[in-house]
């Protein structure tokens, strides 16, 4: 299985600022991650697929880099809505895997 | 816009059939995408169960392959879960969602999530 490695685990952040999560594959998954945002008692909910492309409806605040081992979420104004849990799951294989999640809290 | 919908017993004793339904609506499950099972627990995090496409095609989660099953019901617009031999373990908030395209890729609609609790 591809392992996923979100960090940091826990982000604490103000309204404003500029927020970048980080996700690192065990292998190469070429461009093929997605993020997601899920709220407490929700479903996750589709920001970014194949590592940068935006979701139809997501604010342009959004946005994601990387290929390989090495991707990030960046949140480049965070507003109120923001804070979540985010987290990144790649499809290059089977079995498909998810990072363990990063928390963005309000500082 | 399409809509997923979990249903299922909230409650299923240990060594039981764990046993869910996702109703789809707003499209077809003839569609060109796969329709995936996901669960999430605090200790494990998001887990990917597996999916199934409209021609039956399945692909699972090695952990899990030995007790799941999922099926499509095309005459029902529905895919089901079945997970046998359960146990404490697979007490989990369970979602169905929509994976994107023949390629099977991001999920791009989600169901609002069943917990199911495995106890006595």
């Known amino acids: 299985d591809i392992q996923m490695t979100q960090s940091p685990s826990t982000l604490s952040a103000s309204v404003g600022d500029r927020v970048t999560i980080t996700c690192r594959a065990s292998?190469?998954?070429?461009?093929?991650l997605a993020w997601y945002q899920q709220k407490p008692g929700k479903a996750p909910k589709l920001l970014i697929y194949?590592?940068?492309n935006l979701e139809s409806g997501v604010p342009s605040r959004f946005s994601g880099s990387g290929s390989g081992t090495e991707f990030t979420l960046t949140i480049s104004s965070l507003q109120p809505d923001d804070f979540a849990t985010y987290y990144c799951h790649h499809y290059n294989s089977y079995p498909r895997t998810f990072g363990q999640g990063t928390k963005v809290e309000i500082k | 816009q399409v809509h997923l919908q979990e249903s299922g017993p909230g409650l299923v004793k240990p060594s039981g059939t764990l046993s869910l339904t996702c109703a789809v609506s707003?499209?077809?499950?003839?569609?060109?995408?796969?329709w995936t099972w996901v669960r999430q627990t605090p200790e494990k995090g998001l887990e990917w169960i597996g999916e199934?496409?409209?021609?039956?095609?399945?692909n699972y989660n090695p952990s899990l392959k030995s007790r799941v099953t999922i099926s499509v019901d095309k005459s029902k617009n529905q895919f089901s879960l079945i997970l046998t031999s359960v146990t404490a373990a697979d007490t989990a908030l369970y979602f169905c969602?929509?994976?994107?395209?023949?390629?099977?890729?991001?999920?791009?609609?989600w169901g609002q999530g069943t917990l199911v609790t495995v106890s006595s």
């Open positions: 969602a929509r994976a994107l395209g023949y390629a099977s890729t991001s999920f791009d609609y």
């Open positions: 292998q190469s998954i070429n461009i093929w």
């Open positions: 707003g499209g077809s499950i003839s569609s060109d995408n796969w």
């Open positions: 199934t496409y409209h021609s039956g095609s399945t």
């Open positions: 194949k590592a940068s």
